[in-house]
């Protein structure tokens, strides 16, 4: 409270100097008026009476200084002195100030963006209260990369869930479900079990969560609706909770709304959330049940170490029932929650941060070199101002001033930047970047920056600040004190020299990687291909003869149109489909005992119709493709493609060979017809599993719900895709069409590689340009200063070739050194992005030698224009300068 | 630093500073800085030399933890000057300032007598 109370005098002296100094003054006037007159009443003369009266009172002046030190705010007064002494030098020398505050606005502001982005994969909080303890947990097995858990397993565990606070499950993915009112629309369904928003600490902004009776079988159907279903379709309004609506025909009871901010712990954008109903009896007697994605909240204090081991007895009991060549593939496994959502995308999203970092110490080398020049420029002045008694600390802080302002205009520029690199991130951007969409700037971020800001000033700001005038300098002998500035401006290029090194070197591999992936057969051709994804509702498509009614006819009437060569159907699409899988061990061959021991690993297979081969060019290396007859019920014929052919009858020809699928004794033995060549299935980096085809048709086993539609053409693509659109739009006009090229789907699979390659060349472009800003200011500078030495060497007969020579070793010199510094960082460096690499090497001679070459070569021209200076010096002009 | 450090010239300790300061003007109203400064002078028999000056920064320091407050007026001899009077807190700070003041010349005035005794 007294303290308060002090201050607030203070800051009311502080900002009433000029008032109180003048009351101050009449006060201590006052004071000695009346000492002087008592003296003069006592009998002393004038001069006496006031000579006194100063005994008596003491120094006036020093009295005065004592007081305003004690009235006001020194601290701020000194460093509101600074801050103006700062200011006047900036805007003095507006070359340097801009130059400054450009560099430091390139390293911050991308810092600033890189980091808004990676801030949501790598540090921010989840959208959930204590989201630490949130662990996605379950087993792994080789077709499955996120844990799961089956229904029986999961029921049992759910009596006696050890570890864990709280426990919920969700049915795998959404399911596509169509509000059937009027305004029919496509949504994303989420089945969730009754404890999913509990278990993730949710509260709906409205209403209710599910209970435990509408969580079961036959209950009458509930729904909550996400915050963005409420607000475009119920306009926001709260009497939502009255309504009903009906979801694929059937009424179900709207009961909460989501809140804003809620997200899927899967990521996947879910419009409704539906009651999961498990019904324990169904699960148990069709055991091992269904597949779930499951997640549990941990008890406090436990780790998600203790975590698996205390899982562990559970885990063996759940797979004690699974055949044995399944138990050895499958894992236990507990990842929190983070890790699940960004597993993939941490690697990447530190690589970028500690690249973007490195940019940012360029930036500030550039600064720190700006201002030592400027320092040795003004060394005089230092010196005077020390000669007359600034300690050196008040130089120090003088200096650090100066760096702190540049450094806070260096950070307000820099969130400009900022703002308009993260939308070039959020525009250019692949798909599945997590939370990419949210990045912008806020509090966090814009606190971030500051730091940043701050930090960069202080990092650029030591040496100049350490940089103490000599006493010599005083006396002229300027030279030697220009040699130690020189060196340390020196060291601070190679630093330069060897980050841009490192760069350039983590550049090069992401770039050859991502040529090898743009160029990697795919084992199709891509041209001129036309593909249309069809998802058909449940609710007016119910029976799979309607389903297989819509495909045929649409494939009929597409095959009409003159400019399309063929027109192909099939339930998924290399590379990146998700095709349907079984495993290698569940495939009999006709008179041979089991193929595999264990599960022999997945096997992908697909349906498709006789053109696929043809459509999407894919050779049939023997035997034949399908033909019309084959679509026929009665006929069985199979293709595998080569892996799997040479996998199950190595040697030997396949074609004319029986085999039965599925592990089922009383399917049918299909005729293997013949075999084609591989394609990439999983993506471009793997060769992915080997696959099987089987014809398309309407068959129990096949899924007709959705599918693609395959088109060749020899005509425009865009005018056949309108002609596709509008076939489809005659057969059913509310079905919603997505219609791609077999390039534009090709294309987005190499876009994250692309994205990470771009952004670190960016970069080191960044960094490279900076540190030639940087040579070229250094070697500038010297030569400048060694105008009069050159000037000396030139009449004594130095020849201007040998200046040039002089000149530009010591920028070699430089080169050299940041050379074998930034290999050593890079050679530690670059192992890191192995992981993001396709055939490519991380420590690859060719782009190391190709790294320092390009550094070499910007030094030399950086260098180039300030030596050409020095050659031209005239020794007389050199020699009367100064 | 601060002038009431330096003792070696009859100055006199800060904390005993205000202690006189805040007791005169209870004693005697309302006064100017020169009035304190006399009245100290005259109270201590002269035997303490105070450095005049050094009253402005105590008063100060006093105004500022709301002890003391202060007005401009017109002095005896009809010049302007301004008058520092007690605030209620500077009373009660002084008779806290009072008793530890006896409390420790109690205790410095025992000891001394025990060294002595010894």
Known sequence: MERLRVFFSRAWGFLHKRRLDEQLREELQAHLDALIEENIRSGMTAEEARAAALREFGGVEQTKEIYRRQRGLPFLD?????????????????????????????????????????????????????????????????????????????????????????????????????????????????????????????????????????????????????????????????????????????????????????EMPTLRAADILVPQALDETEQ????????????????????????????????????????????????????????????????????????????????????????????????????????LGASRARLARQSLTE?????????????????????????????????????????????????????????????????????????????????????????LVVAEIAISIVLLASAGPLLRSLWKLQNAPTGMETENVLIEQISLGSHNYKEAAQQFAFFTDLEARLKRFPGITSVALSDSIPPAG????????????????????????????????????????????????????????????????????????????????????????????????????????????????????????????????????????????????????????????TLPVNIETMSQRVGKLAERPRFNAMLLCLFAGIAVLLAAVGIYGVIGFLVVERTREIGVRLALGATPQSILKMVLSG???????????????????????????????????????????????????AAWVPARRAMRVDPMMALRYE | MSPFHGQGHGEVLQGTLDLMVLKTLEAMGPLHGYGIAQRIQQASKDLLKLNQGTLYPALLRLEQRGWVRSKWGMSENNRKARYYSLTAAGRRQLVTEAARWERMAAVITGMLAGTEGA
């Not at chain 1, 993939?344 to 530190?350: N, Q, T, V």
């Not at chain 1, 050194?817 to 290999?823: F, I, K, V, Y």
Request: hydrophobic share 45%; aromatic share 8%; net charge positive.
């Open chain 1, 811 to 861: 920028v070699v010199l430089c080169t050299i050194g940041g050379a074998m510094l930034g290999l050593l960082g890079a050679w530690f460096c670059t192992r890191l992005l192995e992981s993001l690499l396709f055939e490519a090497r991380a420590h690859d001679p060719v782009v190391f030698a190709l790294a320092i070459f390009a550094l070499v070569a910007v030094a030399l021209v």
């Open chain 1, 403 to 491: 760096s702190l302002l540049l450094g806070l205009l260096g950070g307000v520029a820099g969130c400009g930047l900022a703002a308009i690199l993260i939308r070039v991130f959020v525009s250019i951007a692949p798909e599945g970047i997590p939370r990419l969409q949210q990045a912008g700037l806020d509090l966090r971020v814009g606190v971030f920056t500051l730091v940043v800001a701050l930090a960069s000033a202080l990092i650029f700001g030591v040496a100049p600040a350490l940089y103490r005038p000599s006493a010599e300098i005083m006396m002229g002998k300027e030279q030697i004190s220009a040699r130690r500035g020189g060196s340390l401006r020196q060291i």
């Open chain 1, 78 to 262: 000194v460093a509101l002195q600074d801050l103006r002494f700062a200011l006047r030098g900036l805007v003095r020398r507006p070359g340097f100030a801009i130059a400054s505050v450009l560099t430091l606005m390139l390293g911050i502001g991308a810092t600033t963006a890189v980091f808004s982005v990676v801030d949501r994969i790598l540090f921010r909080s989840l959208p959930y209260p204590h989201d630490d303890r949130l662990v996605s947990f379950g087993l792994l097995a080789p077709i499955e990369r996120d844990e799961f858990t089956l229904g029986a397993g999961y029921i049992d565990f759910r009596k006696e869930p050890g570890p864990f606070e709280a426990i919920t499950s969700m049915a795998p993915g959404t399911t596509d479900c169509d509000i059937t009112e009027q305004d029919p629309v496509r949504l994303n369904c989420a089945q969730v079990e009754q404890t999913f928003l509990p278990t993730f600490g949710t509260e709906p902004l409205l209403g209710r969560n599910f209970t435990v009776e509408e969580d079961r079988k036959d209950a009458l159907r509930a729904a909550i609706l996400s915050y963005g279903l409420w607000k475009s379709r119920f306009g926001g309004n709260p009497d939502v909770l009255r309504k009903t609506i009906s979801l694929d025909g059937k009424t179900a009871q709207i009961i909460g709304v989501l809140p804003a901010r809620f």
């Open chain 1, 284 to 387: 148990r007697q069709s055991a091992p049940g269904v597949v779930l994605r499951t997640f549990a909240r941990m008890k406090p204090g436990v780790d998600v170490r203790q975590a698996t081991a205390a899982l562990q007895p559970w885990f063996e009991l759940t797979v004690s029932g699974a055949p044995p060549e399944f138990r050895k593939e499958i894992h236990l496994s507990v990842r929190t929650l983070r890790e699940r959502q960004t597993s993939d995308a941490r690697l990447a999203s530190w690589i970028l941060l500690g690249s973007v970092f490195a940019v940012l110490l360029v930036a500030c080398t550039n600064v720190a070199n700006l201002l030592l020049a400027r320092a040795t420029v003004r060394e005089r002045e230092l010196a005077v101002r020390a000669a």
């Open chain 1, 578 to 733: 998700q095709m349907r899988s079984t495993i290698l061990a569940a495939v009999e061959v006709a008179g041979r005992s089991a193929l595999a021991e264990g599960t022999g690993g997945p096997v992908g297979w697909r349906a498709v119709t006789p053109d696929y081969f043809s459509a999407l060019a894919i050779p049939i290396l023997e035997g034949r493709g399908f033909r019309q007859e084959d679509r026929l019920p009665t006929e069985n014929p199979i293709i595998l493609d080569e892996t799997l052919a040479r996998r199950i009858f190595p040697g030997k020809s396949a074609v004319g060979k029986q085999l039965r699928l599925f592990k089922t004794p009383d399917g049918p033995w299909r005729t293997v017809v013949g075999v084609a060549a591989n394609v990439k299935n999983d993506g471009l980096q793997t060769d992915g599993d080997p696959e099987f085809y089987l014809p398309w048709k309407n068959d129990p086993l096949i899924n007709l719900h959705a599918g693609y539609v395959i088109v060749r053409t020899r005509m425009n693509p865009a005018s056949v895709a309108s002609w596709m659109r509008s076939e489809t739009g005659s057969l059913d006009a």
